[in-house]
């Protein structure tokens, strides 16, 4: 056979292929998610049923399919990109690890090349030993590809998710710290407020001609009492700023 009557045998084999995995796609699929639901350390999946396990699993096979019967569909690896990305974003919003995510594609990718082209050559004697290693190939470049996208977009997703913590506690830190300053600036005026009519009062008494010595001695213990209470005021807000201060750079 000539190297173009090869090349048209392998593309016909492949073609055959990917309609046997159009024609059985549903019981792909279930041994898919069997395969996903039996190992141990993907525990998320248990959460899940099984449409949501399915996720764009379907959409994925169909894509495998089409890739096996034209390799170069550039429009088919467009659509498979863009459903392995949706996938990724999903298992994010599902819970899942990382490894989880990474190790699910695996699994697939896994059940698919030993079972589901087994079974094809099983049936097809034209499939042969270099149809079978092309059509491999074209199978684990598609599902590397599907780990890569799925694992891009889940990490994307995390950072988002992080930054948008980050942002929210900054904004909750910024909250905490304008109300402890209105606190503070409201202990201030509530606490000064009394202090200076006080002031004036016994500023106005003292200039009363008849006013005794005695009362001219109370008036002044009076003003230094105000005086001392005023200084205990400033102190004590001084303390309080230190403190909220203390805590906010610990923030």
Request: hydrophobic share 40%; proline share 3%.
């Amino acid at each position: 056979m000539t190297r173009h009557g090869q090349k048209s045998s392998t593309a016909s084999s492949f073609a055959a292929f990917g309609e046997f995995v159009s024609n059985k796609r549903e019981e792909i699929l279930q041994s898919w998610i069997a395969a996903i639901d039996r190992d141990p350390k993907i525990s998320t999946s248990d959460k899940l049923t099984y449409t949501q396990l399915l996720d764009h699993l379907p959409e994925l096979c169909a894509e495998l399919a089409a890739l096996l019967k034209k390799p170069n569909a550039d429009d088919v690896k467009k659509e498979a990109k863009d459903d392995a990305k949706a996938h990724g974003w999903k298992r994010w919003r599902q819970g899942y690890k990382l490894d989880e995510l990474v190790r699910e594609i695996c699994l697939v990718r896994h059940d698919f090349i030993e079972n589901w082209l087994e079974k094809f050559a099983a049936i097809n004697p034209d499939f042969d030993s270099n149809a079978q290693n092309g059509a491999r190939r074209v199978v684990e470049r598609f599902f590397d590809n599907v780990i890569i996208e799925a694992t891009v977009q889940f990490v994307r997703e995390h950072r988002q998710a992080m930054r948008q913590a980050t942002a929210q506690r900054r904004a909750e830190r910024k909250k905490r710290i304008a109300a402890k300053a209105e606190l503070v600036q409201l202990a201030s005026h509530r606490l000064r407020e009394p202090l200076g009519p006080l002031f004036f009062a016994l500023e106005a008494l003292l200039q009363q001609e008849s006013l005794s010595p005695h009362g001219v001695e109370i008036i002044g213990l009076l003003k230094r009492n105000l005086k001392e209470e005023a200084r205990a005021i400033d102190d004590l807000l001084m303390s309080v700023a230190s403190l909220l201060n203390g805590r906010r750079s610990k923030e």
